[in-house]
C-alpha cells in the first residue's frame, strides 16, 4: 500500500513523506528516525525500527502507536544472537565449496 524507505544513518520515509533523519540507537536492535514532516495539526512524524532475527532482509510491520509516531519491525541476520545462530547452524554456516 505505501513505500516505506528505511536508509540507516541517513533518512526514513514512507512514499515521499519524511519520517524523519537517523538520530540515535534507543537500546541494542532499537533504531530511531525524528523531526520528519510536520503531521496537519500535530507532531512532527517520527519512526522507530526494531530488529528481529530472520535468515533476510524484511520489513513485515508497521504500526502507528500514537498519531504521526510509527514502528516499523524488520527482520535481519544481523539481530540473531551467536545463540540463535549455533542453533540453526551448530557446525557454522556451509561454505560454497560444501555439500548440501
Not at 510536520?38 to 535468515?55: I, K, N, T
Not at 532482509?57 to 551467536?82: F, G, I, K, N
Request: charged share 25%; proline share 8%.
Amino acid at each position: 500500500q505505501y513505500k516505506w524507505e528505511l536508509c540507516f544513518f541517513a533518512k526514513a520515509k514512507q512514499d515521499d513523506t519524511s519520517l524523519g533523519k537517523w538520530q540515535k540507537w534507543e537500546r541494542p536492535g532499537v533504531g530511531v528516525f525524528a523531526n520528519g514532516d510536520q503531521c496537519w495539526g500535530g507532531p512532527q512524524r517520527s519512526l522507530r525500527v526494531l530488529f528481529h532475527c530472520g535468515p533476510n532482509e524484511e520489513m513485515y510491520d508497521v504500526l502507528e502507536p500514537s498519531r504521526c509516531s510509527y514502528e516499523a519491525h524488520v527482520r535481519h541476520p544481523a539481530a540473531c544472537t551467536q545463540e540463535v545462530l549455533q542453533g540453526v547452524w551448530p557446525n557454522g554456516p556451509r561454505m560454497p565449496n560444501e555439500e548440501l
